[in-house]
C-alpha cells in the first residue's frame, strides 16, 4: 500500500509539472510580456530594464525552475489588465465557482440517481423510453444555448429569477456565501440547472447501466429467487451495489465541472474564476490564464489522485490499474 | 474588515438621517480597471473615478470649465499658471487638502512610469508659494491646460506616503499598489467596499465641499459585460441605471413602462484612416500603394452608402458628418461638414483612372468592442466597397486583440473614433493622430498619414493663446485634412443611457460620462 | 453493366440481412437519425448551389434588409425564409454556410485526433515498455486538464504563434488542432489495450517471424482488429467536437464573425435577443441541436448494437 501511495503520488506530481510548464509556455511565448506590460511609448532602456527584472535574459531553464517555484507559493504575479495579485484574484473567486459546482452536483446526484434507477426497472415503459431520449437530448444541445432561453424565459418573460450574478453574497472569512441570503439563494437556481444538466444525464445513464449490469447479477437473481419484493431486490441490493461508481465519478466530475462553468459563468455573467478567465483571453492577460490553469489543474488531478488512492483502499485488486481515465467522459 | 466597512456605511447612513438608503444599482458594460486613477489611463475608469477623486478644475453639465478643488486661476507669465486652493476640503480619512497635496498628485501622475504622463503633455514642474496657492509652469505657451487638468486627480499627500504608494502601480515590478485597491479623495462619494467583476459600492460623502445636487446614498457598481445580459438586468429591475443601452434594444426598452431611454450624440466622431506607407500591408498590389492616389481615397468615400449606415447599422441614431470633429469641439466650421455625395458609379470611374479597374485587396482592421455598432458599420461598409469592385478583408477580433497590429501599423484601413477628451477642442485629434510623428506629436499615427502644412499649423496653435487666432489655424488644418481626404468620415456616434423610473433627472453630457452626482432619485 | 447493377442492391441488402441491419431497421432512432443526417450534411455541403445567397460574398449582402423576419411572420420577405440579420444576410444561407463550417472543423477534428490517437496507440501497444511509458504519462497529462480549458489554451497559443494576418484565414485549422490535441486520448487507450492482446496472438507472431516490418504489421494485421470500437468512439466523439467548436466560437475564441459556424451565429445572435429578432438566435441553436443529437443517437445506437452484453 505505501508503494502504491507513493506511486500515485509521484505520478499526480509529475503530471503537475507537465502542467506547470505548458503554464509557462504560455507565460513564455504567447505575447512578449514586455511588450504587454509597457505602453508604445516605452523606450529600448525601460524595455531592457524590464526584460531583466522579469528574468527573461536568464537561460531556459531556469526561468522555468523560477516559475515553478513562484508558482509553489502561490506567486503568479499581477494582472497585466488590473495589476492585481493574480493568487488573491484567484482565490477572491473561487467560493463564487464552488458553489455553483456544489449546487450543479447536488442537483445532479437528487435528479438523475431516481431517474436512472427509474429507466432501468421500468426499462421498456414509454416514459422510460422518453427519458432515455431526452437524456441523448441532454447532452447534445449546447449548455450556452440552454442558458440562454432560461434567461429569455424565466428572467424576462416570466420576471421569477434573476438574470445575472450572485445577488447578496455573505462574507465569512476569506469565503464568499450567496447560501445565506434569499437573493443568493435565488441567483444559484438557473446557474446551478444549467450547469447540472450535463452532468444529470450523465449521472442518470450511469446508474442505469449500472442497474442493468447488476440485475443480471447473480445475486440479484438469488434475492428474486427467495421471493424478496422487488422493491427491496431493487433498492436495498440493486441500487447500493451501484452507487460506489455514481459517486466516483461525480468526484471525478467535480474537476471538468469547474472547468466547464466557465461556460455558465459568461452566460450568466457569473463572477467566478471561470469568467475571470474568460476575460483573461480576450485581454491576452498572461499571468491569470497561467495561474487559472495551474490551479484547476491541481484541483482536478488531486481529485483524481484522491479517488484513486480511496478506490485502492475500498477494493485492492486496484492496486495496480489506476482508473484516472474515467475521469474525462467529456 | 469587510463587517468593519458594513458598520461604517450603517453609521454614516444613520448621520444622514434618512429613513431609507437610496441605492442608485448602475450595471455597466465592463468594469474599472483599478481604483487608482493613475494605474490605467482610461476614459471610463476615470469618469467613474471621478465621483471618489476630483481635479483642481471640472466640466459643468454642459461640458464648461468651473473651479473644483481650486477656486480661482491666473497666468503670471503665458508659461506659469497659478491656481488658488479651495480651503476647509478634506479628504476622505479627514486629512485637510492642502498645496502639498496638488504637489504630490502632480509629481505621481508625471512620474515616468505613470500611464497617465500623455494626459499632460505641456507640463514642466509646480512649486507650492503657500498653503493654499499652487503654481504650474508649462513648456511653452500653452492654452490647454485646464482642459487637461480636469482630470488629473487629486491625492491626499500624507496617505500616499503612509501607504508607500507616492508613485504609480508599475506593472513591470510585480507588485500591486496600495491605491489599486484603497481610495482616499475629495469627491461626492467614497468606496465602501470592492469586489472587482462582482460589485464596487460608493456610499455618500458626508462632509464633500460642495452643495449637493444629487440624493443617492448608495452606488452599487455592477459591470456586466453581455449586452443582453444587461438589458434583461434593467428589465427585470435588478439594475437602475445603466451607461451603455445597445442600440439595437432601445425600442424594447423604451416600450417597457418602466424605463425609459436617454439617447444622443457623443463627441466622438468615427471615420476611417488609411495606411499611407509605402506599400500596403496585405494586398495583390504589391509594388506601391494605392492609397497615396487621392482618387482612390475618393473611391472609398464615395462607395460608402452613408444613410444605409446610418438607417440600419447604427439604428437611424448616428449623426453623419463631412468633418472631422464634433459641432461642439472648438474648430468645428458648419461649412465643412458637407459629404461627398454617395455615387457608386463615380467611384468605379475613379478607381479605373487610378489604374484599378478590378479594385485591388487590402485589410480592414475593425474592434469589437470599442465603437457603437463597430461590427455592424464595418461590415456594412465592407460590403459597400465590395460592390465598388474592392476587396476588403476584413478583420474583426476584440480591441485588445486588433491594438498591438494598428499600434504596428499592419493594417490598411481602420475605423477610427476621437472624442477629443478630455480636452474637448480639436487640437486633440490635430496634435495626437494627425500631425507627422515627431516628439509627442502623433502619438496615434499608426499608418504615416499627415501633411507638412497640417504640421506647421498645429505647431502655430500649440503656443497660441488667443482663441482668435488659434481657432482659425486649427480650421485651416481641418480643411486641407480633409480636401486630400485624409480620412474617411462617418458619423458622430450615438450614445444611450437607460434608466428605470427610480431615476427621476439625471444630466448626459455628449462625453457619455454619467455624473451621478448631478442625477435624483425618487 | 448487369454485374454492377446487382452488386449494389446485394451490398446493401447484405447489410440489411445482417444483425446489425436488422438492429438498424428495428431502431427507428438509428433510421430516422440517419436520414436526418444525410439530409442536413447534403444540404451543407451542397449550400453554395442551393443557398439563397453566398453570405461569405459582401457584393451579395446589402444592409438594406437587414433585420427581415421569418417569411411567415408580418413582414417576411421572399426569398429570406429564416429571415435576416442586422447585417441583411439570409439567415438560411448563414446557417447551412455555418452548419458546413461547423461539420467540416467536426470531422477535420475527429479524423485527426482518431489518427493521433489510433498511431499513438499501435506504437505503444506495440512496443510497450518505455515507449508506452512515456506516451501513456503524456495521454494522463492532457487528461488531467479538462477538456474544454485545454481546447481554449491550445487555441490561443496557437493563434498567437501564427502571425497576425494569418490568425483569422487559419481560424479552422487552430480549432481543429485544439479540439484534436484534447481528444486523442480516448482513441489510443483502446488501441492500445487491443493492441496489446492482439500483439500476443499467434498470427502476429507468425508474421513477427517473418520479419515483416513492424509497421506493416501494424496497418494490416492489428489495426483492423481494433476499428469496431475506434469506430464507436469516433462517432460519439463528433457530436462532441461539433459542440466543442460551437463552444469555444460562442465565448469568442473560435470560428470570427466573418466566416461563422453555428457557434458563431449564436453568439452573435445572442446579442439582439432582447431586440425581438429572436430567429437569429432560435435557428442556428435548433440546427445545432438538431445535427449532434442525430450524431449522438446513431453513436448510442451503434454502441448498443455492437455490444453482445446488452443484446
Known sequence: ?330 | MKKHWLLAAVAALALNGAAEAKTLKWGASREIASLDPYSYGETFTLSVLNHVYEGLVRYTGDLKIEPALAESWETVSPTVWRFKLRQGVKFHNGNPFTADDVIASLDRVTHDTSPLKGNLPAYKSAKKIDDYTVEIEVNGPYPLLLNDLTNIFIFDKEWMEANNTSLPTDSGKGIKGYATDNTNGTGPFKVESRRADAKTVFIKNPTWWDKPQHNIDVIEFTPITSASTRVAALLSGEIDFTNVAPLQDLPRLAASPDVKVLQTNELRSVFFALNLKDALFESDVKDKNPFKDIRVREALYRAIDIDAVQKRAMRGLSRNTGALVAPAIPGYEPSQDVRLPFDLDGAKKLLAAAGYPNGFSFQFNCQADSLVNEEEFCQAVASMWSRAGLKPNLSLAPRSQQTPKRVKGDFDVISFGWANEPMIDAYSLLVQVLRSKSGTGGVFNWGNWGDPRIDALIDKAGVELDNSKRIPMMMEALKIAKAEHLFIPLHQQPMAWAMRNTVASTVQASDNKPRLWLTMLK | MPVDATAKPGRLRRFLDSDIGWSFCRTPAAWLSTMVLVLLIATAFLAPLIAPQNPHDLAQVFIDKAEIPPIWQAGGEWPFLLGTDPQGRDVLSAILYGTRVSLLIGIAAVIVSMGLGVSVGLVSGFYGGRIDNLLMRLGDTVLSIPTLLMAILVSAIFRELLPPGLREPFAAVVLVVSISLTNWVQYARTVRASTMVERRKEYVLAARIIKVAPARIMRRHILPNTLTPVMVAATLNLGLAILSEATLSFLGVGMPITQPSLGTLIRIGNQYLFSGSWWLVVFPSLQLGLIVLSVNLLGDWLRDALNPKLR
Not at chain 1, 122 to 139: I, M, W
Not at chain 1, 140 to 147: E, M, N, V
Not at chain 1, 268 to 282: D, R, S
Open chain 1, 1 to 330: 500500500m505505501p508503494a502504491f501511495l507513493l506511486k500515485r503520488l509521484l505520478n499526480a506530481a509529475g503530471v503537475m509539472l507537465a502542467v506547470a510548464f505548458l503554464a509557462f509556455l504560455i507565460f513564455r511565448f504567447v505575447g512578449d510580456p514586455v511588450e504587454l506590460m509597457l505602453n508604445e511609448q516605452a523606450s529600448q532602456a525601460q524595455r531592457d530594464e524590464l526584460r531583466v527584472r522579469l528574468g527573461l535574459d536568464r537561460g531556459f531553464v531556469l526561468q522555468f525552475a523560477t516559475f515553478v517555484g513562484n508558482a509553489a507559493r502561490g506567486d503568479f504575479g499581477i494582472s497585466y489588465r488590473n495589476q492585481q495579485d493574480v493568487f488573491t484574484l484567484i482565490t477572491e473567486r473561487f467560493p463564487a465557482t464552488f458553489e455553483l459546482v456544489l449546487v450543479a452536483t447536488f442537483l445532479s446526484l437528487a435528479v438523475g440517481i431516481p431517474l436512472g434507477v427509474y429507466t432501468a426497472i421500468r426499462r421498456d415503459s414509454l416514459l422510460a423510453k422518453s427519458l432515455q431520449f431526452v437524456s441523448v437530448l441532454g447532452v447534445s444541445l449546447p449548455s450556452f444555448a440552454l442558458g440562454i432561453l432560461f434567461i429569455l424565459l424565466f428572467s424576462v418573460t416570466l420576471q421569477w429569477l434573476p438574470a445575472f450574478g450572485r445577488g447578496e453574497v455573505v462574507q465569512i472569512g476569506w469565503w464568499s456565501t450567496g447560501f445565506l441570503t434569499p437573493s443568493g439563494r435565488r441567483a444559484l437556481i438557473l446557474p446551478g440547472i444549467t450547469l447540472s444538466l450535463f452532468q444529470i444525464t450523465l449521472v442518470m445513464r450511469l446508474v442505469r447501466a449500472e442497474m442493468l449490469e447488476t440485475m443480471r447479477t447473480d445475486f440479484i437473481r438469488f434475492a428474486r429467487a427467495r421471493g424478496l419484493p422487488a422493491r427491496a431486490v431493487n433498492f436495498r441490493h440493486a441500487l447500493r451495489n451501484c452507487l460506489m461508481p455514481v459517486i466516483t465519478v461525480t468526484g471525478l466530475q467535480i474537476g471538468n465541472l469547474i472547468a466547464f462553468a466557465l461556460v455558465t459563468e459568461t452566460v450568466f455573467q457569473w463572477p467566478g474564476m471561470g469568467m475571470l478567465f474568460v476575460q483573461a483571453v480576450t485581454f491576452v492577460d498572461i499571468p491569470v490564464m497561467a495561474a487559472y490553469l495551474i490551479v484547476v489543474s491541481f484541483i482536478f488531478v488531486s481529485l483524481n489522485a484522491l479517488v484513486d488512492l480511496l478506490y485502492a483502499y475500498v477494493d485492492p485488486r486496484l492496486r495496480e490499474d489506476a482508473i484516472s481515465g474515467a475521469a474525462n467522459a467529456r
